[in-house]
């Protein structure tokens, strides 16, 4: 099976309600627990049986649901399309009545008497048959029996309608010599069977599970134990290895937080894919853990990337899980209300994540500077002027193509929003303050008001602050961003022209069907292409001796942009067809020149910056707590 488009399935009718089932009664059925089972040995057609142990329902009759979204996915996903099969039955094995209400949810009749109920459900990496919106793979699930199980938690597990917060104990019966990574910590655990406890439907949907032959690695950071566990169906690369190449950006990140963690336990679960069709790839947060999904390649490949993924992931620690509103500690997996408040989840922590890197050495100036300026770019190609809280409370319908903007636009308020924070408090106090103040005066148990936050922001900062939110996330005025950045004496022009080292002048494409990047257009190739000798179609594979993939194209441009000097030799290999069509590596090489170049949106910092602007500078960017 694929994994491209989806079919709904449909439950069958029961055709008789007094047929009976076996029904085993090796688990007592109690007041108030949700008693899962499953058995990862029995899948069939990546399908997998769901068994469950009913808590004692005190109704004639109940809606039983699985999630239609589910948070941080921003995106109605339907996960009931993939339950099919779905029975009821009490604890003398008579099957109970049972109708499909929608896509997500069944209501079972008689329901007092209801002691079991079991389904089917397939896995959403490659179930073509199942029509609907493609689900992300860091959100779905995949069951490839005896070599992984990727599980997030609400695709198999749903709840009954009012009954979220009973706890639930979930069994798996598992391959020997399996081992199931996550964040949650084991009731029980033999060679051949799991089992799990959770308080509420809440922690058992945020805390996914990989169940494969164990490749794990623990670090310990800032008085937590960090599981790194990958999957890497070639073995091209190993936690270890992983786990090796983000320690410095865990500790940088320790750092970042205060010099302490605010959890025990954090999972890094990574599954690499050799799919030669994968068009996109990232990973999805969850309060103690997070799900990636890579293309395969070896763990120096990878480093980057990773490391770019997991630094964004890794702080939703902070936000959601400290801070979120009552949209988010109450959410409604079914009837979802989408906060205003996205600038803050996705854009501030897109933010921290790059504002870390520079503050402790990971990423110079040119890269850092690399980084926004991309993400002003996109911005400027999005709805500018659309207010940001409007965007987020719309962004399941009508602003669903707006999405992309929060690590986006979101990123830059949360960058004009600290270097404010520092003029305002002579340098003393910025977001990483702000966001520690949040979360000790919020906390996980605690939700805020959606309408409530910028008050509560502004009566922890400064009165200017109430009024930069007003103008620039809930206005649709423009960011300040000019008069920001130079107060840290950092100039930006909408576009200037600027000397750099030149690729050759030539307009890059993608080979659908090789996966390469090609040399697209060669109308505007300057003097530098022309002596490497480009020809129209010509397929990179190599620049300076680094692969170059759709993966690691931007990383190895930025890299050839900022740190190529002029006379360097630069070598890039091709792919191109001779003759008689036959596909050769061509070797194109010249000294690297410089060449006039006009960039939109560019940044670089002042010639003689004041004492002002270095002062802000610094402490913007010091690594003093």
Same mark, same amino acid.
């Given at each position: 099976?694929?994994?491209?488009?989806?079919?709904?399935?449909?439950?069958?009718? $029961?055709?008789?309600?007094?047929?009976?089932?076996?029904?085993?009664?090796?688990?007592?059925?109690?007041?108030?627990?949700?008693?899962?089972?499953?058995?990862?040995?029995?899948?069939?057609?990546?399908?997998?049986?769901?068994?469950?142990?009913?808590?004692?329902?005190?109704?004639?009759?109940?809606?039983?649901?699985?999630?239609?979204?589910v948070p941080g996915t921003y995106a109605n996903y339907d996960f009931g399309r993939f339950v099919s099969n779905f029975k009821a039955f009490n604890s003398k094995g008579e099957a109970l009545p049972v109708e499909k209400a929608d896509v997500n949810s069944w209501t079972?009749?008689?329901?007092?008497?209801?002691?079991?109920?079991?389904?089917?459900?397939?896995?959403?990496?490659?179930?073509?048959?199942?029509?609907?919106?493609?689900?992300?793979?860091?959100?779905?699930?995949?069951?490839?029996? #005896?070599?992984?199980?990727?599980?997030?938690?609400?695709?198999?597990?749903?709840?009954?309608?009012?009954?979220?917060?009973?706890?639930?104990?979930?069994?798996?019966?598992?391959?020997?010599?399996?081992?199931?990574?996550?964040?949650?910590?084991?009731?029980?655990?033999?060679?051949?069977?799991?089992?799990?406890?959770?308080?509420?439907?809440?922690?058992?949907?945020?805390?996914?599970?990989? +169940?494969?032959?164990?490749?794990?690695?623990?670090?310990?950071?800032?008085?937590?134990?960090?599981?790194?566990?990958v999957f890497s169906p070639n073995q091209m690369a190993n936690s270890k290895e992983i786990a090796a190449n983000i320690n410095a950006t865990l500790n940088a990140q320790k750092e970042y937080l205060g010099g302490k963690l605010p959890i025990q336990k954090y999972a890094?679960?990574?599954?690499?894919?050799?799919?030669?069709?994968?068009?996109?790839?990232?990973?999805?947060?969850?309060?103690?853990?997070?799900?990636? +999904?890579?293309?395969?390649?070896?763990?120096?490949?990878?480093?980057?990337?990773? *490391?770019?993924?997991?630094?964004?992931?890794?702080?939703?620690?902070?936000?959601?899980?400290?801070?979120?509103?009552?949209?988010?500690?109450?959410?409604?997996?079914?009837?979802?209300?989408?906060?205003?408040?996205?600038?803050?989840?996705?854009?501030?922590?897109? +933010?921290?994540?790059?504002? $870390?890197?520079?503050?402790?050495?990971?990423?110079?100036?040119?890269?850092?500077?690399?980084?926004?300026?991309? *993400?002003?770019?996109?911005?400027? $190609?999005?709805?500018?002027?659309?207010?940001?809280?409007?965007?987020?409370?719309?962004?399941?319908?009508?602003?669903?193509?707006?999405?992309?903007?929060?690590?986006?636009?979101?990123?830059?308020?949360?960058?004009?929003?600290?270097?404010?924070?520092?003029?305002?408090?002579?340098?003393?106090?910025?977001?990483?303050?702000?966001?520690?103040?949040?979360?000790?005066?919020?906390?996980?148990?605690?939700?805020?008001?959606?309408?409530?936050?910028?008050?509560?922001?502004?009566?922890?900062? +400064?009165?200017?602050?109430?009024?930069?939110?007003?103008?620039?996330?809930?206005?649709?005025?423009?960011?300040?961003?000019?008069?920001?950045?130079?107060?840290?004496?950092?100039?930006?022009?909408?576009?200037?022209?600027? *000397?750099?080292?030149?690729?050759?002048?030539?307009?890059?494409?993608?080979?659908?069907?090789?996966?390469?990047?090609?040399?697209?257009?060669?109308?505007?190739?300057?003097?530098?292409?022309?002596?490497?000798?480009?020809?129209?179609?010509?397929?990179?594979?190599?620049?300076?001796?680094?692969?170059?993939?759709?993966?690691?194209?931007?990383?190895?441009?930025?890299?050839?942009?900022?740190?190529?000097?002029?006379?360097?030799?630069?070598?890039?290999?091709?792919?191109?067809?001779?003759?008689?069509?036959?596909?050769?590596?061509?070797?194109?090489?010249?000294?690297?020149?410089?060449?006039?170049?006009?960039?939109? #949106?560019?940044?670089?910092?002042?010639?003689?910056?004041?004492?002002?602007?270095?002062?802000?500078? *610094?402490?913007?960017?010091?690594?003093?707590?």
């Open positions: 099976m694929k994994k491209i488009a989806y079919m709904l399935l449909t439950v069958a009718v $029961m055709a008789a309600c007094t047929r009976k089932a076996s029904v085993s009664n090796s688990s007592t059925q109690k007041d108030n627990l949700y008693q899962y089972s499953v058995d990862l040995t029995k899948a069939e057609n990546d399908k997998l049986e769901v068994s469950l142990i009913a808590p004692k329902i005190s109704v004639d009759q109940i809606n039983f649901y699985l999630p239609k979204i079972i009749k008689n329901a007092q008497s209801l002691y079991k109920v079991t389904y089917k459900v397939d896995d959403t990496w490659d179930s073509p048959e199942i029509k609907g919106e493609k689900i992300f793979e860091p959100a779905g699930s995949d069951i490839d029996l #005896n070599k992984k199980y990727a599980i997030n938690t609400f695709c198999f597990f749903g709840y009954f309608d009012g009954m979220k917060q009973v706890p639930y104990q979930v069994s798996f019966t598992k391959p020997e010599g399996f081992y199931g990574a996550t964040s949650m910590n084991f009731a029980s655990t033999t060679a051949t069977r799991d089992v799990f406890q959770a308080d509420n439907y809440m922690d058992l949907s945020d805390a996914p599970i990989l +169940y494969t032959r164990p490749d794990t690695t623990v670090l310990k950071i800032g008085g937590a134990d960090i599981l790194v566990s890094f679960l990574i599954v690499l894919s050799d799919n030669p069709n994968l068009m996109s790839y990232g990973a999805l947060e969850h309060s103690y853990s997070s799900f990636y +999904y890579l293309p395969e390649g070896t763990s120096k490949e990878l480093s980057q990337t990773v *490391k770019d993924v997991a630094s964004h992931e890794f702080f939703h620690i902070i936000t959601p899980l400290s801070i979120h509103s009552e949209e988010i500690g109450d959410f409604d997996y079914n009837l979802p209300k989408m906060s205003k408040h996205l600038w803050m989840y996705e854009g501030a922590t897109e +933010y921290a994540a790059g504002h $870390m890197q520079i503050k402790y050495g990971l990423v110079d100036m040119p890269q850092y500077l690399e980084m926004l300026r991309q *993400k002003m770019m996109t911005m400027k $190609m999005m709805n500018d002027k659309l207010p940001f809280t409007e965007m987020s409370k719309g962004v399941l319908d009508k602003y669903k193509n707006q999405y992309m903007n929060v690590y986006n636009k979101g990123a830059l308020i949360a960058l004009c929003l600290d270097i404010k924070l520092r003029q305002l408090s002579d340098g003393k106090y910025g977001t990483q303050n702000l966001m520690r103040d949040l979360a000790k005066t919020y906390g996980k148990t605690h939700s805020f008001k959606d309408d409530e936050l910028f008050d509560k922001i502004t009566s922890l900062t +400064y009165p200017e602050i109430r009024e930069f939110f007003a103008k620039y996330v809930e206005g649709p005025e423009p960011l300040p961003l000019t008069e920001v950045l130079n107060s840290v004496g950092i100039e930006y022009l909408p576009e200037a022209t600027m *000397k750099k080292v030149s690729l050759g002048g030539i307009n890059l494409g993608f080979n659908a069907q090789t996966k390469r990047i090609k040399v697209a257009n060669v109308s505007k190739m300057n003097d530098f292409g022309k002596q490497l000798g480009y020809q129209l179609n010509d397929e990179i594979v190599s620049i300076n001796g680094q692969e170059f993939t759709m993966m690691k194209a931007q990383q190895i441009l930025d890299d050839y942009s900022n740190h190529t000097k002029v006379g360097d030799n630069v070598v890039i290999e091709v792919a191109r067809k001779n003759d008689a069509g036959k596909e050769e590596v061509v070797k194109l090489s010249a000294p690297a020149v410089l060449v006039d170049v006009t960039e939109k #949106n560019v940044l670089r910092t002042v010639d003689n910056p004041s004492a002002a602007q270095l002062k802000l500078r *610094k402490d913007w960017l010091s690594t003093a707590k």
